[in-house]
């Protein structure tokens, strides 16, 4: 990394004071660049904050799991904490008892990162809301979250060329490829036909008898579903998007005539044709993952494994995500953002947080820090190079800026099929269960130390 110097720079421009956007800012200052840190609360509030801090804690106060041996997101951690993170330093000063779970004192952590980026001189925090970027500002970073305020989302998506920048996200679960039982399940793309005009295996399809396809509508309709928030009420569903269940609701034949329907598919293994399939698309790059087509649901997590386990060939899927639906706000990040999270129409212009498409608190926070250390090194002249695609930051930044398909792009939080695969050495078997976890853990933690040697300030 360049040799820092003294100001001045030109200040960057930060619009959103939660964990993203305070970690972009402690990051750019660490740098010996000012940032301005623009946060709206108490000025305009949200419907979901109650206070004027930054980086406040709006649903839990869990972190998740701390244990960066063999589990995604506490290899994040350690990576984070590497870096000397703003996030990381507040959480672990400020940490309840959570077993193996990073758990916090809300207002104790808050008040922490607020006190942090108010010692720091190039920090200087600015109470107002932003509903226009002006002219002279050249290195923007937008952190503003799944409640950025109406203004600021307009402005968002007329800069982005996408319509329905918010909506109620429909989200449907995603399963790791490795868990599906391709005995049962085989590929095939509906007469054989691919986008590409390849050979006609796009899909993974699992499928279902009458007898099957009837009790699986009975368990759609009798599932119990999540209720909306309160703010959520108001928000109509997203053209395209309707549960899984209001579906079935509308008539015990309507899912075989939408996402469910059967024609132009075989059963490879038996040349018999379904009564119902349901189809598995590859949902990233390193196809280690698949999502289920027209999944969307709105019903409770334990609910979803006991109706979606009960499909043919996925009795024992394990799910990288499973499905939701809840107000959002946030870009398709492969086709709007360059590999630095710029935006391709406007390079000046980056975004970092949730609203780029990674959900939980520290993902968020990662990706601000990544883009907090792209804005700076902007300002210093240098060329940036990504953390390896192995590391927990490198397959999370990888996965918003090209390695998610764009015509389903999903959030995610960060997980172990977001890595590239970790092949045994010769005449050994392929590693399974916890002995892969470890293996990606250390791998991910080896390959970051390395890259953060060069990186950190």
């Not at 740098?31 to 609360?41: A, F, Q």
């Not at 986008?195 to 499928?207: A, E, H, L, V």
Request: proline share 6%; net charge negative; with cysteine.
């Amino acid at each position: 990394m360049a040799e820092m110097s003294d100001p001045p720079y030109k200040p960057v421009h930060v619009i959103g004071g939660g964990l993203a956007g305070s970690e972009a800012a402690f990051q750019i200052a660490a740098r010996n660049v000012p940032v301005v840190l623009h946060e709206m609360r108490p000025v305009r509030m949200t419907d979901a904050h109650h206070t004027d801090n930054l980086a406040e804690l709006v649903c839990s106060n869990s972190f998740r799991s701390d244990d960066s041996t063999s589990n995604a997101v506490g290899v994040l951690h350690q990576e984070m904490r590497e870096m000397k993170s703003l996030i990381m330093r507040a959480a672990d000063v400020h940490k309840v008892p959570a077993g193996s779970a990073l758990a916090v004192d809300r207002d104790g952590f808050a008040a922490h990162v607020g006190e942090l980026l108010a010692a720091n001189p190039l920090v200087t925090v600015a109470r107002e809301e932003i509903t226009e970027i002006p002219v002279q500002w050249d290195n923007v970073i937008i952190a503003t979250g799944p409640l950025t305020s109406p203004a600021l989302a307009e402005l968002i998506r007329d800069l982005g060329g996408e319509e329905d920048l918010a909506f109620f996200d429909a989200i449907a679960p995603i399963v790791h490829f490795d868990s599906v039982d391709m005995d049962v399940a085989w590929f095939q793309s509906r007469y054989d036909k691919s986008t590409d005009g390849s050979d006609g295996k796009d899909y993974i399809n699992c499928p279902m008898t009458r007898d099957q396809y009837e009790g699986f509508i009975d368990a759609l309709l009798t599932g119990e579903t999540m209720s909306f928030k309160e703010w959520e009420e108001s928000t109509p569903y997203f053209d395209g998007c309707m549960p899984i269940e209001v579906m079935a609701s509308r008539g015990r034949e309507t899912l075989r005539f939408g996402p469910m329907k059967p024609v132009g598919l075989t059963n490879a293994h038996d040349g018999s044709r379904p009564h119902a399939v349901i189809q598995l698309r590859q949902d990233n790059a390193l196809g280690t993952l698949y999502n289920m087509v027209g999944f969307q649901t709105k019903l409770r997590y334990g609910e979803q494994l006991r109706v979606f386990k009960s499909i043919p060939g996925l009795g024992a899927a394990k799910f990288a995500r499973l499905g939701g639906l809840h107000r959002n706000t946030f870009i398709n990040a492969p086709r709007l953002l360059d590999a630095e999270l710029r935006l391709k129409a406007q390079p000046g212009l980056r975004f970092a947080g949730q609203i780029t498409g990674v959900e939980g608190y520290i993902e968020s926070a990662a990706i601000g820090m990544l883009a907090g250390i792209m804005a700076a090194n902007d300002r210093h002249g240098t060329c940036w190079q990504a953390p390896p695609i192995d590391t927990a930051h490198g397959a999370l930044l990888a996965h918003i800026t090209g390695g998610a398909m764009a015509d389903s792009f999903q959030p995610m939080n960060v997980n172990f099929g977001l890595f590239p695969d970790i092949q045994p050495p010769a005449g050994k078997r392929k590693l399974k269960g916890r002995d892969r976890k470890l293996a990606y853990a250390a791998r991910a933690l080896e390959s970051f130390r390395g890259w953060a040697g060069d990186w950190a300030a």
